[in-house]
């Protein structure tokens, strides 16, 4: 137990009694208005943030698209169209013989700095920081040092995000004008969009920029950030150095890429769903390294826990899925290693765990909607990888995390990359 500035934070030590607390509990255990007023310049009311009626009616919306065959099939589309740039990136660079930095926004270096994803990762890491520091209030009305910094990096994050919110409704404005409705992309915030014009004046919430603003953001951090960040870890515990291939790299570029796109052209929802090996590497990944490490809640009332310890209202309740999954007595006595195996039945398909033992998504009414979604992208993304190259890590370079919201590299990860065909 611990306190943070005037809160009580109580780190959750019954675990085996996680179904109780996520489910019986949230109604008492939400968001919070202390974890909210910390958070709510980067995540605004968006789901990650919201209680209530709010959350309720954006998960609602959420939901219904995450479960269209739609969505499923457009994201297949664009993990597939990323995953074959990053294929290019890394092929041009095993040419050259150059080492990579697997953090996102510096693979390329035709690239021009990505200004978004550094604001973005400073504002996470400020507001993270928050909650150790009890004098960042006085910070920000004295406008310094780490409050300072968060002004500068949340007007950047803004300036982009409505950018892309202007450049979508446009997009959707031209397409009904030309007749072509097909054009209009089935993803999550053109679906807000249209809900906001289809419940009129008020737009349900969503009609202006900055409710569509705190959508973005909250699924940019939910969904994207969570497939993206745990690709990284995944390469980082070996799933990347696999040998994927025998014979001498070819020098034809063209060739090259050639094989690459017809490989991923087989790669679809349905049939990476398939690569149950894969699916154990990557829910290994999760479990040691969860893109969440630990998940707070506020307290809206006086309580009491299932194991009969009291908590009071306005103080804070957490759980950290970091130490559930290194925990021995949910793992066994290898719950420090990484063994993709334990995922896997006798038959040889895979063995799911309950999401109240294997957090990383969460559990019960908070679930992550995004998980098939997360699982689709980093699959894609691994399978063309392990197929066409070999990592190796650079000798001497630290792989340590930082303190974020999200588990975040703090030096990137620096590797030398092969081609393998």
């Known amino acids: 137990m611990a306190r943070s500035s005037a809160q009580q934070v109580e780190q959750l030590r019954n675990y085996h009694r996680m179904h109780d607390w996520l489910v019986e509990y949230l109604s008492k255990h939400r968001t919070g208005d202390v974890y909210r ?98 004098l960042w209030r006085l910070k920000r009305f004295l406008h310094v040092g780490s409050e300072a910094l968060l002004e500068q990096s949340i007007k950047l994050v803004d300036e982009f995000t409505y950018s892309v919110i202007r450049r979508r409704k446009a997009e959707i404005l031209e397409a009904r004008a030309s007749g072509k409705q097909e054009k209009i992309k089935h993803d999550i915030l053109s679906r807000f969009i249209e809900l906001g014009e289809a419940d009129g004046e008020d737009g349900g919430g969503f009609g202006d920029d900055k409710s569509l603003r705190d959508v973005v953001l909250n699924f940019k951090l939910r969904r994207e950030l969570r497939a993206v960040r745990e690709v990284e870890r995944a390469r980082e515990e070996g799933v990347m150095i696999i040998p994927c291939g025998d014979g001498d790299e070819e020098n034809d570029e063209s060739w090259f890429a050639a094989r690459v796109a017809q490989f991923a052209s087989l790669l679809s929802y349905d049939s990476l769903g398939k690569l149950v090996y894969l699916h154990a590497c990557v829910t290994e990944t999760l479990r040691l390294y969860p893109a969440v490490p630990q998940d707070p809640k506020g307290i809206l009332e006086d309580d009491v826990l299932p194991d009969g310890r009291k908590v009071r209202a306005g103080g804070m309740v957490t759980y950290v899925p970091y130490s559930m999954g290194r925990m021995e007595y949910n793992w066994g006595a290898d719950a420090a290693s990484f063994r993709p195996e334990r995922w896997i039945n006798d038959d040889g398909a895979f063995r799911n765990a ?36 070999r990592f190796q890590l650079v000798e001497g370079h630290p792989v340590e995390y930082r303190m974020m919201t999200i588990l975040s590299m703090a030096h990137g990860l620096k590797v030398r990359v092969t081609r393998a065909v």
């Open 37 to 134: 007023s910390y958070m709510h310049v980067l995540l605004g009311d968006g789901i990650f943030n919201a209680d209530g009626e709010l959350w309720r009616k954006q998960r609602k919306t959420a939901s219904f698209e995450f479960a269209s065959k739609n969505l499923r099939d457009f994201s297949a589309i664009v993990f597939r169209e990323y995953s074959l740039k990053l294929s290019s990136i890394l092929s041009q660079a095993s040419m050259a013989g150059k080492v990579v930095d697997m953090q996102i926004g510096t693979l390329s270096p035709d690239l021009p700095e990505n200004s978004f994803a550094q604001a973005f990762d400073a504002t996470n890491i400020i507001v993270t920081l928050r909650f150790i520091d009890p």
């Open 354 to 389: 309950s999401p109240f033992k294997f957090t990383a998504f969460q559990a019960g009414p908070r679930i992550c909607l995004g998980k098939d979604s997360a699982y689709l992208q980093m699959k894609m993304a691994l399978a063309i990888l392990c197929r066409f190259y």
